[in-house]
């Protein structure tokens, strides 16, 4: 079982910037959380992928959207999986949820199996 606790959320303005945290605790091996991912749902759509990263060989994937703004990294030690934003826009508005399973393939079109419960990320114009 992973269990992830996501934090960092809050309100910023267009143009600033946020980082999300999201440390992951689990009573088996982190073969369960080889792949780690940060997801998002925007009032009344569907939930998409933002970034993923490969915990073993730090492989990244960003969405397009987010492609040059948001950066995803990790603290091995800590098996914390961070996600940095900047030049945030209305459109980056959501829940963020961090995501565990393993892997590979570290992709966000996968069934991923561990959720956080997700932290409130608001941009205004």
């Known amino acids: 079982q992973v269990q992830l606790v996501e934090s960092g959320g809050g309100a910023v303005q267009a143009g600033g910037s946020l980082r999300l945290s999201c440390r992951a605790s689990?009573?088996?091996?982190?073969?369960?959380?080889?792949?780690m991912g940060w997801f998002r749902q925007a009032p009344g759509k569907q939930r998409e992928g933002v970034a993923v990263?490969?915990?073993?060989?730090?492989?990244?994937w960003y969405a397009g959207s987010v492609k040059g703004r948001f950066t995803i990294s990790q603290d091995k030690g800590e098996s914390t999986v961070f996600l940095q934003m900047n030049s945030l826009n209305p459109e980056d508005t959501g829940v963020y949820y961090c995501?565990?399973?393993?892997?590979?393939?570290?992709?966000?079109?996968?069934?991923?199996?561990?959720w956080g419960q997700g932290t409130q990320v608001t941009v205004s114009s």
């Open positions: 995501a565990a399973r393993p892997g590979p393939p570290c992709v966000a079109t996968s069934d991923w199996d561990y």
């Open positions: 689990t009573s088996t091996s982190g073969a369960s959380r080889t792949c």
């Open positions: 990263i490969s915990t073993s060989n730090g492989g990244t």
